[in-house]
């Protein structure tokens, strides 16, 4: 029989009663006033559900990408906005502990596990989402440093953060195995931040522009060799995007129970509106959904922990759950009707807070054209 072990089962525990105690009650204020939330951050330090995958070494629990996994569903469950604030950190210091050194993890590991703050991860660029070989951003050489100019959009958690993993090339006339991966204080000259950006969803995880203006960056902050950022970056891809999958499928499951439970309510025509066809074979599909995308995502994580190439069965749970994800939340405001259309409840927030996984971590389309390349890899 397929089960999570015990361990796991106990992490998956504390994170949902977590969120439906500290998150769930929330969602809708922060929702509303667009804040980042602070406290609920410092609650979830408090019992060990932020910066999960530090190892503990460094202070951290050393989590599973699977132990990721089960937290990020639980907490976006609740509400996916706060979830991406709280878990950002996770992504921002993977390019450090794929490939920083010893000296570096001592410096700015520290700085989360132990003071508190927060990191971004900055990769997208105006011009540049998708393609990634395409970013602008250079840093030159200079003596003992790098001289970095540029900017990054749509960087999750900067306007919060207090450095970043910026991604430059080191060549501007070459491709992406110029690019290289620097850590940058916010504080240096030359760093600075926009306000945080109006979005259709997720809003407590706040993002913003990112400019870099001439700024410093020591030598000893680039993260590996120059021009190994390229391949640091996909090397992220492979651990974080289980994660993704896996907080999608927290919206999609909230999607289904909040419909079936109303669809269980509401009546029409002397009857449970779930009694018609038109609308129980959707709830039918939506737990079909959540099933399988469960599976595919925490098939990924498994691999990844297993030190198994995982690209294809991220890059599938990506796809498949970010799907799973709005259509589930789509069909949910359906099975409501009018109500759903309402910030009066709650299903309205979900479909909004939706539609970012099907572009973030690469979009959909982008998984389908790794899935494809896969393919051929192996035949």
């Known amino acids: 029989?397929?089960?999570?072990?015990?361990?796991?089962?106990?992490?998956?525990?504390?994170?949902?009663?977590?969120?439906?105690?500290?998150?769930?009650?929330?969602?809708?204020?922060?929702?509303?006033?667009?804040?980042?939330?602070?406290?609920?951050?410092?609650?979830?330090?408090e019992v060990g559900l932020v910066n999960v995958n530090i190892p503990e070494e460094y202070g951290g629990i050393g989590a599973s990408v699977l132990e990721e996994c089960v937290i990020s569903e639980s907490m976006a469950y609740a509400c996916s906005g706060i979830q991406t604030a709280l878990m950002l950190n996770q992504l921002a210091i993977l390019p450090l502990l794929i490939a920083g050194n010893e000296e570096q993890k001592r410096?700015?590991?520290?700085?989360?596990?132990?003071?508190?703050?927060?990191?971004?991860?900055?990769?997208?660029?105006?011009?540049?989402?998708?393609?990634?070989?395409?970013?602008?951003?250079?840093?030159?050489r200079k003596g003992d440093n790098y001289i970095l100019n540029g900017s990054k959009t749509w960087i999750t958690d900067g306007p919060v953060a207090s450095f970043f993993a910026v991604f430059a090339k080191t060549?501007?006339?070459?491709?992406?195995?110029?690019?290289?991966?620097?850590?940058v204080e916010r504080d240096w000259p030359g760093v600075s931040a926009s306000k945080p950006l109006k979005k259709m969803g997720q809003h407590a995880a706040q993002a913003c522009q990112v400019f870099f203006e001439n700024v410093e960056v020591?030598?000893?902050n680039r993260l590996g060799e120059e021009g190994d950022g390229f391949k640091i970056g996909m090397k992220v891809f492979d651990k974080s995007r289980p994660g993704v999958s896996a907080a999608a499928l927290g919206v999609a499951r909230r999607a289904l129970d909040e419909a079936v439970r109303y669809a269980g309510e509401r009546t029409a025509f002397g009857q449970p509106i779930s009694h018609?066809?038109?609308?129980?074979?959707?709830?039918?599909?939506?737990?079909?959904?959540v099933e399988a995308g469960r599976h595919l995502a925490y098939k990924s994580a498994w691999e990844v922990d297993n030190g198994i190439r995982n690209t294809m069965s991220?890059?599938?749970?990506?796809?498949?759950?970010?799907?799973?994800?709005?259509?589930?939340?789509?069909?949910?405001?359906?099975?409501?009707?009018?109500?759903g259309y309402s910030k009066e409840f709650?299903?309205?927030?979900?479909?909004?807070?939706?539609?970012?996984?099907?572009?973030?971590?690469?979009?959909t389309q982008i998984q389908q054209m790794i899935i494809l390349r896969e393919l051929y890899r192996s035949s």
Request: glycine share 6%; aromatic share 12%; proline share 5%.
């Open 218 to 220: 020591p030598a000893e």
């Open 314 to 339: 991220a890059a599938m749970a990506k796809a498949f759950c970010a799907e799973a994800a709005m259509k589930n939340a789509t069909d949910a405001v359906q099975v409501f009707g009018g109500n």
């Open 107 to 140: 410096l700015y590991l520290p700085w989360l596990v132990d003071d508190g703050k927060v990191a971004a991860y900055c990769m997208t660029e105006p011009d540049a989402g998708s393609d990634v070989a395409g970013i602008k951003s250079t840093a030159l």
């Open 171 to 183: 060549d501007p006339d070459a491709g992406h195995n110029s690019i290289s991966c620097f850590l």
């Open 276 to 289: 018609f066809q038109g609308v129980g074979f959707m709830l039918s599909d939506m737990a079909i959904r």
């Open 1 to 45: 029989m397929y089960e999570l072990p015990e361990d796991v089962r106990m992490l998956q525990d504390l994170a949902m009663d977590f969120a439906m105690r500290e998150i769930l009650p929330w969602a809708e204020h922060y929702d509303e006033s667009d804040e980042w939330p602070w406290e609920i951050f410092h609650k979830a330090r």
């Open 346 to 363: 709650p299903v309205e927030k979900l479909m909004r807070d939706a539609k970012i996984y099907q572009i973030y971590e690469g979009t």
